[in-house]
């Protein structure tokens, strides 16, 4: 099979682009989890699963 490119491409724009440090993430309380799963489930009567209906 022949490939998209040259090999000795591979790579390139990902190492061109600058690097930048993450951002410090904190997880939501489980109070504030809690409250969210409960609107989800109850209020808006969401099914288990990925969906947004």
């Known amino acids: 099979m022949p490939t998209h490119g040259s090999l000795s491409k591979a790579g390139k724009v990902r190492n061109q682009t600058p690097k930048i440090e993450a951002r ?7 109070k504030n989890r809690s409250r969210r ?3 989800k489930r109850v ?3 969401r099914k288990p ?5």
């Open 24 to 30: 410090e993430r904190t997880s939501p309380s489980p």
């Open 43 to 45: 209020v808006l009567q």
């Open 49 to 53: 699963g990925q969906n947004w209906m």
């Open 37 to 39: 799963n409960y609107e």
